[in-house]
């Protein structure tokens, strides 16, 4: 089976900056990218970033220019370095890995920001 380990997350005041990582294993075939995302409490789950294979790079509107992902091709492992971080930021952050098939999903890791 395939596993996504998240790690990075904590508790970090506001304008600080916080660096996610998200670590695949297992068997993986034809993997077509890696992505973050997150859920705040009371909203639904959105994107914050995803990487393809060519390194073509989407982010929400609301973390670009703050938010950077990038990836390990060799490890399976995609980061996602967070500064300038706003109170808004909060949530529960998920690693995704895109594949031929049905994607994998991490436990997700939390992310606080402080006033």
């Known amino acids: 089976q395939v596993q996504l380990v998240e790690s990075g997350g904590g508790l970090v005041p506001a304008g600080g900056s916080l660096r996610l990582s998200c670590a695949a294993s297992?068997?993986?075939?034809?993997?077509?990218?890696m992505g973050w995302y997150r859920r705040a409490p009371g909203k639904q789950r959105e994107l914050v970033a995803t990487?393809?294979?060519?390194?073509?790079?989407v982010y929400a509107d609301s973390v670009k220019g703050r938010f950077t992902i990038s990836r390990d091709n060799v490890n399976n492992t995609v980061y996602l370095q967070m500064n300038s971080l706003k109170l808004e930021d909060s949530g529960v952050y998920y690693c995704?890995?895109?594949?031929?098939?049905?994607?994998?999903w991490g436990q997700g890791t939390q992310v606080t920001v402080s006033s």
């Open positions: 297992g068997v993986i075939f034809r993997v077509k990218g």
């Open positions: 995704k890995l895109e594949v031929v098939g049905p994607d994998y």
């Open positions: 990487i393809g294979n060519d390194g073509m790079q």
